[in-house]
């Protein structure tokens, strides 16, 4: 069967890549199922792109921003028409299960309603001038056209963490997908189009990091990038924008850690420790990578974590009884697949999975048993470092105090939970974790749009998504009107 073959969009128009080359999107479920053949993209690409996105900055910028607003409105309500529509493929192209790619797009239909309210509080201020006569005040402008790399995990609910705030202020983006899950962000824009957006204000142009997300990033005429991907390759781009004095918006990796108490809800524990490691099959950067178990309960809740565990459904997204699905690609098995190596070589306990799965419909796929390895010390390897796939570490300690310094002694800080009935702990908790999210009596993932989003330490520098976002995509302005029709002089004729 013949698979559905993609351009790049580029000042409104779909145009195949300079380069010619091209490369297909597999179902990590079966890789039979070709989801369709993207564009390899190259600096020519991006420069394309770029140049259609300064023209567009022209005019969208002076586009009243109620009225960009009422454009993304629109977007939401074309997205809840085709939810199932554009879950259906997400499951396809990235692999999770469909209640969580209906998340998925819910997420960005959420981001829509609410940013679309951003439209009329785009607030500045005023404040009294310390001369007479004149008028003081302060204005959000846009920042001009904003490259957007955006990773394979969440493929519609974060490009539109970025696309939407940035474009309610009057920016114009180029995104660069997920080469592994590029058809959901085409999805995305294509409901953006259909609710009026004039052609160039968003671009994509598809392809690999070093070929088409480089070239963005260094593009003289980009004036800001928001990224969201691994530590390592952040990094690289804070790097490279920072020669050109290029504002960054880093969302990265993270080590989360939920803590149990003695005194917690063991099943509701139970449950959120499952979600929380288990669910998009590990593969989130909130997931719950560590659980540290007070050593009262520990040998109770790692035999009952293990049985549940065990019995978990692996498979494919699309079928109904599936609760794991595949994850993504071949190089992600193979993460997990070399820590679970170096966690055995280390001294913890394997205690479920670790290991590929390949009999029968599982050969055509990239899946992985849900593993779970105990007898871990924080000082290893297993308990350091980001795995990214189904592998979570048990780790006990003595006291609530210990639980804090464990969780607080990695180099990532994005989620934590903390399960307990003290509200004191709960409390001490949520000032001493080292974290831009904290839970309590709820899994490390689960974030919703209205709130910040991002961490600290090697997690991010310092931007956050979700409520904050129109922070980055907007520089302050102070205006100064002075209608005295004399000259004044701050800080000279008001000495006196």
Known sequence: MA???????????????????????????????????FPASGADDVALAVAAAKKAFATWR?????????????????????????????????GKVLAETRGDVQEAIDEAFYVAGEGRRLFGQTTPSELQNKFAMSVRMPVGVVGMITPWNFPMAIPSWKLFPALVSGNTCVIKPAEDTPLSTYNLVQALMDAGLPPGVVNIVAGFGPDAGAPLVEHKDVRAISFTGSSEIGSIVAQRAAANFKPVSLEMGGKNAQIVLDDANLELALDGALWGAFGTTGQRCTATSRILVQKGIAAEFSAKLVERVKRLRVGSGLEDATEVGPQVNDQQIETSTKYVEIAKSEGAKLLAGGERLTDGAYGTGTFFAPTVFGGVKP?????????????????????????IEIANSIEYGLSTALYTRDVNKAFTAIRDLEAGITYINAPTIGAEV?????????????????SQAIDFYTTWKAVYVDYSDKLQRAQIDNAE
Request: charged share 25%; aromatic share 8%.
């Open 3 to 37: 698979h559905p073959t993609y351009s790049n969009l580029i000042g409104g128009e779909w145009l195949p890549p300079k380069s010619g080359k091209s490369f297909l999107n597999l179902n990590p479920a079966d890789h039979s199922d070709v989801v369709g053949e």
């Open 62 to 94: 002076l586009v009243p921003a109620p009225k960009r607003a009422e454009i993304l409105y629109k977007t939401g309500q074309l997205l809840q028409e085709r939810k199932e529509q554009y879950a259906r493929a997400m499951t396809r192209e990235m």
């Open 450 to 466: 209205h709130l910040p989003f991002g961490g600290v330490k090697q997690t991010g520098n310092g931007h956050r998504e979700g």
């Open 379 to 403: 000082e290893m390897r297993i308990a350091r470092e980001e795995v990214f796939g189904p592998v979570v570490s048990l780790i006990e300690f003595d006291s609530f105090e210990e639980a």
